[in-house]
């Protein structure tokens, strides 16, 4: 099986850890499995409601936009704001 280390951990991050896992009556690894697979099992379905509530907002935002401008001038106004963004 494969193994993992992990190096640099903050020492209330040790103990808190110790605590849950002496108080779960588990082992260390045991509770440091338990707590990656709740942390990894909960992460899509937090996501998909992140993700659900922006396409309900952008529909509720399709068609409203009102201009006088052309919709490519609108573009261009849109493009020539926008940040450089960070170096890659």
């Known amino acids: ?3 993992l280390t992990l190096k640099d ?3 209330n991050l040790l103990e808190r850890l110790r ?9 260390l690894t045991q509770q440091v499995f338990v ?8 992460r ?6 992140r993700v659900s509530e ?3 907002a952008w529909r509720r935002l399709a068609g409203s936009w009102v201009s ?6 609108e ?6 704001a926008r940040s450089r963004g960070r170096d890659v």
Not at 35 to 42: I, K, Q, S
């Open 44 to 49: 899509p379905a937090a996501h998909r409601d």
């Open 35 to 42: 707590l990656l697979e709740r942390g990894l099992e909960a």
């Open 19 to 27: 605590e849950r896992a002496r108080g779960e009556r588990r082992s």
């Open 9 to 11: 951990i903050p020492k």
């Open 54 to 56: 922006q396409i309900e």
């Open 75 to 80: 573009i261009r106004h849109i493009y020539d």
């Open 68 to 73: 006088d401008e052309s919709s490519e001038d």
């Open 1 to 3: 099986m494969p193994s």
